[in-house]
């Protein structure tokens, strides 16, 4: 039986603003507020203090190049190397024993890295990849689960200056191959498999099925055997290495970082898709790096004696920027999972922030109302004491499961943030900064320093705040994109044509997302800007219908799609799952109809409520809208492969349709 709301006293749900405390803004690596005000006027060279936390090989000199917008540079006169900044500093520093990566599996096994190991491995499959042949600027792919020797790929590309590009372990065949064609990339490096509740899964198949669909030569594949006993058998083929054999040959091997101008791609990834074909974006070497690092330091506030845990898979940017190179540059601890969080119980992240005593923890709101719903005994099980800053990306997280997991988890006394940004922007852009700003739950925040991002109409003013609008960034930043790979006209059709003005050299990026701001300038994201519905003229945000239905008790999550309405144009869908202890009844869906009326208005009643135990979520964890869509219209189903959970579509598909 859950407790429901009664675990958010009164006191909570109303308050609507939050202070950071005296003992957080102490300590924290930035609390001066004068930093918004010292960013902006000295802007772009503000950005030199995110680039001072790297070690240059060649010191730069300027920092933002703009003589071919948008193709901005950063510090491009200026050469590093990743790897040498996420590793061997620390361990020329004195801190080779640090432990940079605990990884944890979903049996319980640990391994545990020192940047020493960690320099050590990274130079010898730095060694392996240079042998196998790739040569500088030749994308490997990586299509690997969560194991340590994803990251030391990652970091043993960067050293010989080869782009990597991650693609998650949880894609489809089809998806690795597209990918590998789209980046023309020679090499992969793959794993025999890797558990998942309990399962062992044959990853390799699915990696020789993809190979199969690669249109050109694959030169080699490396096999990271995961699995040993409990593996399915596959014999390598001739261009196929093991791992561990591999890495034998190159024992005591050392390679001299390769110094990358600036500019020089650090990696490729993939979008997660869920708006139209994924789009190859470029990261580059100082400004991806710089960006992160600064993030890491200013909002995730990491010190080098942390423990930090980013739960997401590094097969995302979030575990790009905020499990491998951002918290690595900044000589920190950093914790990998492989596994789900509800196995063996649903009390396992929280056992491992025990186990680890980890001190900065950073989530997505679909985990965070999946804990909601479970209810607050899985955490009460746990010391979490050790916690000192918590975390969101992914989505909007609607006010309610913010305080669930500022009390729950937090025990009231870490800051939270909640952080807006995109693969596109390489690292967090709207978010308080926890030792300065005050949290409001349900906004993101400011844009952090030195980042201009406005909210406009279809015109691109200003507009006042509380209404809805566009977000646009109105400045480049050291973390951009700096194209789509080989589709430079991609790139300024997808983020630049939109807002910019070209005959007056006046460059805007969209991120296609809609947002609103209050008076203190606090930004609220609605989510993206096609996920909007029309009823009788009125133009409604899908986020802020869900986001008065998550309000009602009893409500763990909510899905909210325009379907086809002979008057209206557009109604209102609103799918629902209720918390454990919930019933999805008549009561409850007048419960939810007022609430949407209350907090909206009658205009956004919702047509038709549909209570079901699960949502269509792709792999990272977002709402399929699309789908949800269809049904609603009675359209064919579409595409369903990028699902987590492809069987649910039919489910609902019954309950609103009939059979
Ligand atoms: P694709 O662009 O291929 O459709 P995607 O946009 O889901 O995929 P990501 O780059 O992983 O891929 O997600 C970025 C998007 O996630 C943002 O544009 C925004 O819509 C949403 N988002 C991320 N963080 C937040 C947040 N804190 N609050 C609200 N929305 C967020
Ligand atoms: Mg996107």
Redesign the pocket.
């Known amino acids: 039986m859950s407790d429901g709301d009664g675990e958010l006293e009164a006191r909570l749900v109303e308050q609507e603003e939050f202070e950071p405390s005296d003992e957080f803004v102490e300590q924290a690596n930035v609390s001066d507020p004068d930093i918004y005000e010292e960013f902006e006027e000295n802007w772009p060279d503000c950005w030199e203090r995110a680039a001072d936390l790297l070690d240059w090989d060649e010191e730069y000199e300027t920092v933002l190049d703009d003589s071919n917008e948008p193709f901005y540079e950063w510090f491009s006169d200026g050469t590093l190397n990743a790897s040498y900044n996420c590793v061997d500093r620390h361990v020329e520093n004195g801190d080779k024993n640090r432990v940079a990566i605990k990884w944890e599996g979903e049996y319980g096994e640990t391994r545990t890295y020192t940047y020493q190991d960690l320099y050590r491995e990274v130079n010898e499959f730095a060694a392996a990849l240079r042998d196998m042949g790739v040569e500088e600027d030749e994308v490997v792919t990586l299509y690997m689960p969560m194991v340590p020797e994803l990251p030391i790929a990652m970091l043993a590309c960067a050293r010989i200056g080869a782009p990597h590009s991650v693609v998650f372990a949880g894609f489809s065949a089809d998806a690795l191959a597209t990918r590998m064609n789209s980046a023309n990339s020679d090499y992969l490096v793959t794993c025999d498999g890797y558990y998942r509740r309990g399962d062992a899964l044959d990853h390799l198949e699915k990696a020789n099925e993809g190979l199969e669909g690669v249109d050109h030569d694959v030169e080699a594949t490396v096999v990271v055997n995961r699995l040993g006993d409990d593996g399915f058998g596959h014999e390598l083929a001739e261009n196929q290495h093991d791992w561990d054999d591999l890495m034998d040959e190159q024992r005591g091997e050392r390679v001299d970082p390769v110094e990358r101008d600036a500019e020089d791609m650090l990696f490729l990834m993939y ?6 074909e ?2 190859g974006v470029k990261h580059t070497t100082g400004g991806y790096l710089a960006y992160t690092a600064w993030t890491s330091h200013a909002v995730l506030d990491l010190k080098p004696e942390d423990t930090y845990w980013c739960s997401a898979d590094i097969g ?3 575990g790009h920027s905020y499990i491998v190179y951002g918290p690595l540059a900044l000589g920190t601890t950093t914790v990998m999972y492989e596994g789900t969080p509800d196995f063996p119980e649903r009390d396992r992240l929280w056992d491992i922030v025990e186990k680890y005593a980890v001190d900065v923890f950073y989530t997505a ?1 679909t985990a965070i109302r999946a804990f909601m719903k479970w209810g607050s005994k899985f955490p009460e099980r746990r010391d979490l004491s050790s916690l000192r800053l918590l975390g ?6 609607n006010p309610r499961a913010w305080k669930w997991y500022y009390k729950h988890i937090g025990s009231e006394e870490c800051p939270v943030v ?7 922007t390489g690292g967090m852009m ?2 308080t900064l926890p030792g300065v700003k005050n949290m409001k739950p349900g906004s ?1 925040g400011p844009p952090l320093p030195g980042i201009d991002a406005r909210i406009v109409d279809t015109e691109g003013e200003q507009i006042e705040p509380g209404r809805a609008g566009y977000l646009t960034v109105n400045k480049p930043w050291p973390g951009m994109l700096r194209t789509l790979y080989k589709n430079d006209e991609r790139f300024i059709n997808e983020y630049w044509a939109e807002y910019s003005d070209e005959d007056a050299d006046e460059w805007v990026y969209f ?3 809609g947002a609103k701001i209050d008076e203190d300038g606090y930004m609220t ?1 609605l ?2 800007v096609d996920d909007v519905i029309n009823v009788s003229g009125h133009r409604l945000g899908t986020m802020e219908i869900e986001s008065a239905i998550v309000g009602v008790e009893g409500v763990a999550e909510a899905a909210v799609v325009g379907g086809n309405h002979e008057v209206k144009g557009e109604a209102v869908y609103a799918y629902v799952i209720t918390e454990d202890g919930y019933e999805g009844d008549d009561e409850m869906r007048g419960r939810i109809v007022e609430g949407v009326e209350d907090a909206i208005g009658p205009i956004a009643r919702p047509e038709q409520v549909v209570f079901t135990p699960e949502l269509p979520k ?1 792999r ?1 964890g ?1 709402i399929m809208r699309r789908l949800l869509e269809e049904i609603a219209n009675e359209e064919e189903i579409g595409d369903t492969t990028t699902l987590r959970n492809p069987e649910i579509v039919t489910d609902i598909q019954t309950k609103v349709q009939g059979d």
């Open positions: 979008t997660s898709g869920t708006t139209g994924p789009k995302w940017i979030t709101p969101t990306v992914g989505e909007p997280i909640d952080t807006w940004w995109q693969t596109e709207i978010t993101a991120p296609e997302d994201i989510g993206r792709t990272s977002k």
